[in-house]
């Protein structure tokens, strides 16, 4: 693997965390699927587009993609997860026909080739990003033109899976998760903190997931990320 931006995730999801995620992967796949289809609308994948799925966990979203961009476009799955990764590319072999490859890698400092995809997607993988500057990377890894739709939790006050885990807090040590700063749910949900370091490569959307799943869509999509 590349080297490392964040090594707190990586030692996570490389370790308990990812192990967990990749044994019960059907299991989370299912939570978060009420997402999918808002980012895939969000995205509008064409037959022929290349996407770089960050953060692809165990793959559900890339094997998504792919189906979109088939027959002769092809997807991308990035992730810091070994145990996921491996987990992706089982489910890869037996979801049938696309173009569809994983590579283990912090997406923040990835060497993606230059201008090589159409545009990018994340289903709750940037907001586990530390430097902005990462978002500048994946800009130039998409051709002119190019289009991003990731998908972020919103703020604390606003998201109930947080706020259900908050009264659970003399039971689960939470640490503060999702605090705002912090790189997880609500930092990317900032105005001030969207990546406008993408600069002027193509348009985006970026859709913050507050409680109903058409959030990630609709309004989001119509609202500009990166200024073309």
Same mark, same amino acid.
């Given at each position: 693997?590349?080297?490392?931006?964040?090594?707190?995730?990586?030692?996570?999801?490389?370790?308990?965390?990812?192990?967990?995620?990749?044994?019960?992967?059907?299991?989370?796949?299912?939570?978060?699927? #009420?997402?999918?289809?808002?980012?895939?609308?969000?995205?509008?994948?064409?037959?022929?587009?290349?996407?770089?799925?960050?953060?692809?966990?165990?793959?559900?979203?890339?094997?998504?993609?792919?189906?979109?961009?088939?027959?002769? #476009?092809?997807?991308?799955?990035?992730?810091?997860?070994?145990?996921?990764?491996?987990?992706?590319?089982?489910?890869?072999?037996?979801?049938?026909?696309?173009?569809?490859?994983?590579?283990?890698?912090?997406?923040?400092?990835?060497?993606?080739?230059?201008?090589?995809?159409?545009?990018?997607?994340?289903?709750?993988?940037?907001?586990?990003?530390?430097?902005?500057?990462?978002?500048?990377?994946?800009?130039?890894?998409?051709?002119?033109?190019?289009?991003?739709?990731?998908?972020?939790?919103?703020?604390?006050?606003?998201?109930?899976?947080?706020?259900?885990?908050?009264?659970?807090?003399?039971?689960?040590?939470?640490?503060?998760?999702?605090?705002?700063?912090?790189?997880?749910?609500?930092?990317?949900?900032?105005?001030?903190?969207?990546?406008?370091?993408?600069?002027?490569?193509?348009?985006?959307?970026?859709?913050?997931?507050?409680?109903?799943?058409?959030?990630?869509?609709?309004?989001?999509?119509?609202?500009?990320?990166?200024?073309?």
């Amino acid at each position: 693997m590349h080297p490392l931006a964040n090594t707190a995730q990586a030692e996570a999801w490389n370790g308990y965390e990812g192990s967990h995620w990749a044994a019960h992967h059907d299991r989370w796949d299912a939570v978060n699927a #009420g997402f999918d289809q808002p980012l895939l609308d969000a995205a509008a994948i064409e037959a022929g587009d290349h996407v770089p799925d960050i953060g692809c966990g165990a793959g559900a979203t890339t094997r998504l993609a792919a189906r979109a961009a088939a027959p002769h #476009g092809s997807a991308l799955g990035l992730d810091l997860s070994g145990p996921m990764l491996r987990r992706a590319r089982a489910g890869a072999e037996s979801a049938g026909p696309g173009d569809i490859r994983f590579e283990q890698g912090d997406a923040q400092v990835h060497p993606l080739p230059r201008a090589a995809f159409d545009l990018a997607i994340s289903r709750f993988g940037v907001m586990f990003f530390t430097d902005p500057a990462g978002f500048a990377d994946i800009a130039a890894a998409l051709r002119p033109g190019g289009r991003v739709a990731l998908l972020c939790a919103a703020e604390p006050e606003g998201y109930q899976w947080l706020s259900a885990l908050a009264t659970l807090h003399d039971l689960l040590p939470t640490a503060g998760f999702g605090k705002p700063g912090a790189p997880a749910c609500s930092r990317r949900r900032q105005p001030a903190r969207r990546p406008h370091c993408c600069g002027r490569r193509g348009r985006g959307t970026y859709g913050p997931n507050t409680s109903p799943p058409t959030a990630a869509g609709g309004a989001a999509r119509r609202r500009p990320l990166i200024s073309s």
